[in-house]
């Protein structure tokens, strides 16, 4: 098993940025993809950024360059660096963890970000 723990979300005015962090626990390498999704009220959960244990990235198209993933094998640890925030990234983030084989998905309990205008 695998358990995720987010950290980094608060309050924070548009334009500004902030950093989420994920620490990953338990059998940590048997993930080989990590990644960060979030979900606003109403609205389905969806794709922010994903790692792969080679570290190729990928976003979602309303990143454009705003938001940075990254990962900390030697920590287990997953980050989510967040700049020129705006209100429509007001969610709550989910640190997701994927094994391959045999396949299994892990999630986080979240964390949430608000920007204000």
């Known amino acids: 098993q695998v358990k995720l723990v987010e950290s980094g979300g608060g309050l924070v005015q548009a334009g500004g940025s902030l950093r989420l962090s994920c620490a990953a626990s338990?059998?940590?390498?048997?993930?080989?993809?990590m990644g960060w999704y979030r979900q606003a009220p109403g609205k389905q959960r969806e794709l922010v950024a994903i790692?792969?244990?080679?570290?190729?990235?990928a976003y979602g198209d309303f990143v454009k360059g705003r938001f940075t993933i990254s990962r900390d094998n030697a920590k287990s640890t997953m980050y989510l660096q967040m700049n020129s925030l705006k209100p429509e990234d007001t969610a709550v983030y989910y640190c997701y963890a994927r094994r391959s084989q045999p396949f299994y998905e892990y999630w986080g309990q979240g964390t949430q970000v608000t920007v204000s205008s």
């Open positions: 790692i792969t244990s080679s570290s190729s990235t």
């Open positions: 338990g059998r940590v390498f048997s993930i080989d993809v």
